[in-house]
Each structure stands twice: as C-alpha cells, then as structure tokens.
Nanobody, 125 residues
C-alpha cells in the first residue's frame, strides 16, 4: 500500500514561510510524479505545484508562482514545498499526491491515484 505522509504545517503570520515535507517510504519514488494540492474551507481541492519524475521539471499554479518552490530528494523519498511570502489566502489543508510514470496533466487531481492525509496551514493577517 502506497502511503504518503505530510508534516510541517502550522500557523504563520503573513509574509512568513513554511516548508512542509511529504515522505513516501514505500513508493518507487524516483519514477513517480509528485504534486501538491490544497483545499480551503468550502472550496474544491486545487493544484499548487508538481515536479516531474526524471529531470525534475516543476509546474506551478499562477497564484503561487514566484512564492512557492517544489523540490524532491529521491534518496530520502521526500518531496518538499517551500512556501514563502505567505498570504492569508494561502490558508488551506495541503495534500501531497503521487503518480507512477508519465501523466497527461500535472494539475489534474484525477491523474494522481495516491494521496496523503493532509497538513493544515493557517496564515494570519
């Protein structure tokens, strides 16, 4: 069973930073596309960032471009989401997602069969 475990969420003031990791100990990590999504209260889950399985090409939602950075450590089987210049509108539960092999769209939830349980991020104004 593939298990993804997020951590590192919390409460931060606007302008602050967080870097939650997502560990995937049983995943064939190096051949997996990894993504981050978020869901704010009363809203649908939305794409935040993704990183490809080979050369590590990154993709971002327009709302976080220039502020968030996704990275991966294949040796540790961990993907990170560096979040900087946080805004109150970034408040949400953040979910890590994974997919083996190539996928047709990095931003579509349906492309990712494996999900973590989420970590809560709250940004105060």
């Amino acid at each position: 069973q593939v298990q993804l475990v997020e951590s590192g969420g919390g409460l931060v003031q606007a302008g602050g930073s967080l870097r939650p990791p997502c560990a995937a100990p049983v995943l064939t990590f190096s051949t997996s596309v990894m993504g981050w999504f978020r869901q704010a209260p009363g809203k649908e889950r939305e794409f935040v960032a993704a990183i490809s399985r080979s050369v590590g090409t990154t993709y971002y939602a327009d709302s976080v471009k220039g502020r968030f950075t996704i990275s991966r450590d294949n040796a540790k089987k961990t993907v990170y989401l560096q979040m900087s210049s946080l805004k109150p509108e970034d408040t949400a539960d953040y979910y890590c997602a994974a997919a083996y092999g190539d996928i047709s769209s990095y931003s579509q939830r349906s492309q990712y069969p494996y999900w973590g349980q989420g970590t809560q991020v709250t940004v105060s104004s």
